[in-house]
């Protein structure tokens, strides 16, 4: 048998090597401890809209929390950066400066009101980011703005529609506010109602959003006599609206656009809107659980988005539509980055132009020709019972 020897000065020459192999051999990098993919979001934690900030706040912050704890995007952790914008178009703007430029992000998802998308889009394409708008606004066929859901005149469209095809309306009063909301809302059922002979608007009024009363408008629409009267505003104007129109005894029928079908609705305005009928369009998040278990929507969508939010939040945590905006942002920006396989703002642009994901309001299906989110809005009939929102049948009892 052969015997091998090795001297001490061989032994220690290997493990010299070796010693110098382990330290120019990198280790792998756990997410935690890579460079992080960094996130902006702009919206309305305070302010007149800190009703829709606030929950998509929560569920920002759940998502960010959740695809970390899993190892992240591409293997890196996401840093998210959060503005208040105070429901001011002008803080928006000065948000996305600051995001796009002193952040250096690789996206912007926000902001919570369609007068600050709007506001920022000039400043959103100077800077090449993508954006992320999680707010009803009409396509601008900009380079790099994408809209998640419908736009806010395809619910328009169909709140006319509706009121035409399904309720036979000929006589129509329109109530909106100055909000872009609002006026761009008004403006399209005042194009869109060309298309129906025999249907006109008999009494058009507008209200400013800051104002506390809404009785000379209502008077006036009152005296005009209308078969139906369509609201198009938000919330707190809603809420005004729905008071007045109990004082002054009004009993037109009246049909709401679906920014006015918010919890906070429910509780600011009382029984009125069920006493009187109104019924309104909401997403239909709004009632899934009022849907089969094995419904599509709610077997898919809603029924792991509640268990993922009481698992962050605890079991009793109430989700709203505004949570449904958010996460489906947060769902297209972490497809598109995992798609793009960096966060390099041009490949994420890129990437936005192919993913396909089925959100809360509607797939996520841009296109180079078109960054509309949704070719289709969404938005289904309720009515108010026992105080919470229930699907409306026309033909039902």
């Avoid at 009121?163 to 909000?179: G, H, Y």
């Avoid at 809302?185 to 249907?199: E, F, H, L, S, T």
């Avoid at 000379?216 to 104007?237: G, N, R």
Wanted: with cysteine; aromatic share 8%.
């Amino acid at each position: 048998m052969t015997r091998i020897r090795v001297s001490i000065k061989v032994v220690l020459f290997l493990f010299l090597i070796f010693g110098l192999v382990l330290s120019v051999t990198p280790t792998p990098l756990r997410a935690a401890d890579a460079k992080p993919i960094k996130i902006g979001v702009i919206g309305s934690q305070s302010g007149w809209a800190g009703f829709i900030g606030t929950p998509q706040k929560e569920v920002i912050l759940a998502t960010v929390a959740d695809i970390n704890k899993k190892g992240g995007l591409l293997g890196r952790p996401i840093e998210v950066f959060i503005e208040d914008d105070q429901s001011v178009p002008t803080n928006a703007v000065i948000a996305a400066t600051k995001l796009a430029k002193d952040e250096n992000v690789a996206a912007i998802i926000g902001p919570s009101t369609t007068d600050s998308a709007a506001a920022m889009i000039n400043t959103i394409e100077q800077a090449e980011v993508p954006f992320f708008v999680q707010v009803p606004l009409g396509n601008p066929n900009k380079k790099w703005v994408f809209l998640v859901g419908p736009s806010d005149l395809a619910c328009a469209t169909h709140v006319l529609q509706y009121a035409v095809q399904t309720l036979q309306a000929k006589r129509i009063a329109l109530l909106s506010d100055t909000a872009a909301y609002g006026s761009r809302g008004a403006a399209q059922i005042n194009k869109d109602v060309k298309r129906y002979p025999g249907v006109s608007m008999v009494i058009q009024e507008r209200i400013e959003t800051s104002d506390t009363t809404v009785i000379p408008q209502l008077t006036k629409i009152k005296a005009a006599k209308p078969d139906l009267l369509i609201v198009y505003m938000t919330t707190p104007s809603a809420t005004i609206t729905a008071k007045n129109y109990k004082q002054l005894g009004m009993t037109v029928p009246v049909l709401g656009s679906n920014a006015i079908s918010t919890p906070d609705f429910l509780k600011l305005a009382g029984k009125i809107p069920e006493e009187a009928g109104w019924i309104l369009f909401t997403q239909p998040f709004s009632v899934a659980e009022m849907m089969p278990p094995d419904a599509p929507f709610r077997k898919n969508l809603y029924d792991p988005f509640k268990k993922f939010m009481k698992d962050a939040y605890g079991p009793s945590k109430e989700m709203n539509l505004f949570h449904t905006t958010a996460y489906d942002a947060m769902l297209a920006i972490s497809e598109a980055i995992k798609a793009a396989g960096s966060d390099d703002r041009h490949a994420i642009r890129d990437a936005l132009e192919k993913i396909r994901i089925e959100g809360f309001i509607g797939p996520f299906a841009c296109t180079p020709e078109s960054h509309q989110g949704s070719p289709v809005d969404p938005m289904v009939p309720v009515v108010v019972k026992n105080g919470q929102y229930v699907p409306y049948d026309h033909h039902g009892p």
